[in-house]
C-alpha cells in the first residue's frame, strides 16, 4: 500500500514554508513489532534483579499484576488513539477531556520524562554488568553518555532508519529471551533449579508490610511493561492508525507479559534472590546457573543490544512527544521544528537527549525505572479517566471501545501503584519533581511567548 498523501492543510503549512508533515512510514506488522520492541528491553534484562530484592522468589506475581494493569491501561489507550490519532498522545487526550491547560501540560510533560528515565535507565544498564563481560576500563557514566549521544545521532536521520534499526533489535532481543525460555525447559525437564522458591514472598513482614512490599514490587515490576504508551505518539507516522493501533497494542502487550512472566518464574527457579538483587545483569546470572553450555559473552551482547533498544524508542517517542506539544501549542513553537531534508524534529531529539544525559550522570537503574513507573502511574490514572469523560464526545469514524470497567479499574489500580502504598525511595520524587519543575519553566516560557505575539499581532493562530 503507498503512503497517503498528507492533509491539505499541512501541504499548504509546507508550502507557506511551516514545519513539513511527518512520514506515514509504518504499517501493521512494523507497527506490532515496534510495541513489542518498545515494551521488551531494559525491564527484563535489567530490573529483574531489584524486583527479586523486593519480594524475594515470588518474583512471578509483580509482573503478573503488572500484566493486569498494563492490559487495562493498554485497552484505554486503544480506544483513545483511535478517536485521536494524532502525535501528542495523552497530553490531546487530557486537554480535550478536561481542557485544563496546565493539566494538559503536566501529563504531556511527565510522559516525555518517563521517556527519558526509562532510556537513562537503559543507558545504565548498558554500562553495568552486561558490558562488564567485554570490559571495564571505561567508566560506566562514560559509556551511559555516549550512548546517549549515540541514539540521537540515529534518530536524527529519520523515523524510517529508527524503526528498521528496532526491528532488527527486536529479534535479538526476543531471541535473548528465547534463550532463557530454553534454558528454563531444560531446568524444568532436567529436575534443576528450586521449585520451593517460587512460593517465597520476602517482604520483611506481614500485613502492612507485606502489602506495600508486593506493591513495591509490582511498581518497579510495572517498568517492564512501559511502552505501549510511548507508540501512540507514533499515530501520525502509522497507516490507518484506526484500524492498525488495536491489534498492535493487544498483541504486543499480551506476548511481552507472557514472556516476562515465564522469564521470571525460570529465574527465581535457577537463581536465589540475592544474587539476582546484587546484579545490574540478572539474566547473565541465570544464563550461568541453567546448566546449559550458552556463552555468557554472547548473552550478554544479545542484552546489550536490548537495553539498547529501549533507550533508542525511548528518546524517539519523547522527541515525538515535543513535537506534538509544540503543535498543540503547550510548548514553545521551536520545539516543532522539523528538518526539511530528513524530516524529523531535531529540536526535540536535541533537548531530551540533554535531559537524558544529566538523568544518567545522576541515577542508577533501579532509582531510574521506579521514577518511570511512578511518572506513568500517575499519567495512567488520568488517561483512564478521560476516556470515560470523552464518551460524551462521538467522532465520526469507526474504533475500537473498551468495556466500562476496564478504565475505571485501571485508574483505581494505577492510582495505588503510584501511591506511598508502594514502598519506594525519596530519590523518586525527588527526581519527578526537579524535571517536572524544568517543564513547569518552559511552561511559563512558553505561555510569555504566545502572550507577546498575540499582542504584537505576531500569533500564527
Known amino acids: 500500500m503507498s503512503t497517503p498523501d498528507p492533509p491539505a492543510s499541512a501541504r499548504a503549512s509546507e508550502k507557506d514554508g511551516g514545519s513539513p508533515p511527518l512520514k506515514r512510514a509504518l504499517g501493521p506488522k512494523l507497527l506490532i513489532l515496534f ?109 551511559a553518555i555516549l550512548f546517549i549521544l549515540a541514539l540521537a545521532a540515529i534518530n536524527l536521520r529519520g523515523v524510517a532508519e529508527s524503526v528498521k534499526a528496532n526491528v532488527v533489535l527486536t529479534l535479538v532481543e526476543v531471541s ?107 539474566l547473565l546470572e541465570v544464563v550461568k546457573a541453567g546448566g546449559v553450555d550458552f556463552p555468557p559473552k554472547l548473552f550478554a551482547l544479545i542484552a546489550l543490544f536490548a537495553v539498547t533498544n529501549s533507550a533508542l524508542i525511548n528518546i524517539m517517542m519523547a522527541s515525538r512527544l515535543c513535537y506534538g506539544m509544540a503543535n498543540e501549542r503547550i510548548l514553545p513553537p521551536t520545539m516543532g521544528k522539523v528538518l526539511s531534508g530528513r524530516r524529523t524534529p531535531w529540536v526535540g531529539i536535541v533537548f531530551v537527549s540533554a535531559l537524558a544525559i544529566g538523568l544518567v550522570s545522576t541515577g542508577e537503574i533501579e532509582g531510574l525505572g521506579d521514577t518511570t513507573s511512578f511518572l506513568l502511574l500517575c499519567v495512567f490514572a488520568v488517561v483512564n479517566i478521560a476516556v470515560l469523560v470523552l464518551r460524551r464526545d462521538p467522532v465520526d469514524h469507526h474504533h475500537f471501545r473498551t468495556p466500562t470497567a476496564l478504565p475505571v479499574l485501571g485508574a483505581l489500580t494505577s492510582l495505588i501503584l503510584a501511591s506511598p502504598l508502594a514502598d519506594r525511595g525519596s530519590d523518586v520524587y525527588v ?19 504566545m502572550t507577546a505575539r498575540e499582542r504584537s499581532g505576531t500569533d500564527p493562530a
Open 431 to 449: 527526581r519527578a519533581g526537579i524535571l517536572l519543575l524544568i517543564g513547569i519553566g518552559l511552561w511559563a516560557l512558553n505561555k510569555v511567548v
Open 176 to 282: 535473548g529471551l528465547a534463550v532463557i525460555l530454553a534454558i528454563g525447559a531444560y531446568a524444568v525437564l532436567s529436575g534443576e533449579g528450586e521449585p520451593a522458591r517460587l512460593t517465597q514472598i520476602e517482604t520483611g513482614g506481614t500485613g502492612y508490610a507485606l502489602l506495600t512490599g508486593v506493591l513495591g514490587a509490582t511498581a518497579l515490576g510495572f517498568f517492564a511493561f512501559v511502552g505501549f504508551e510511548d507508540s501512540v505518539n507514533m499515530a501520525e507516522e502509522t497507516k490507518n492508525p484506526a484500524r492498525n493501533f488495536p491489534r498492535a497494542i493487544f498483541i504486543g502487550v499480551g506476548v511481552t507479559g507472557t514472556i516476562y512472566v515465564l522469564v521470571a518464574l525460570i529465574s527465581s527457579l535457577l537463581v536465589d534472590s540475592r544474587t539476582l538483587s546484587g546484579s545490574s545483569g540478572p
Open 35 to 143: 510495541v513489542i520492541g518498545d515494551i521488551l528491553g531494559t525491564g527484563i534484562y535489567a530490573t529483574t534483579g531489584d524486583v527479586a530484592g523486593k519480594i524475594g522468589g515470588a518474583l512471578w506475581l509483580p509482573f503478573a499484576i503488572g500484566f493486569v494493569v498494563a492490559l487495562l491501561t493498554a485497552a484505554s489507550y486503544v480506544e483513545l488513539v483511535g478517536k485521536y490519532p494524532k502525535a501528542a498522545g495523552a497530553a490531546l487526550y487530557t486537554q480535550k477531556a478536561f481542557k485544563v491547560p496546565f493539566l494538559t501540560f503536566v501529563v504531556a510533560f511527565m510522559v516525555m520524562c518517563s521517556g527519558l528515565s526509562s532510556a537513562s535507565a537503559a543507558a545504565r544498564a548498558f554500562s553495568g554488568d552486561y558490558l562488564g563481560e567485554f570490559t571495564d576500563a571505561v567508566p560506566p557514566t562514560l559509556i
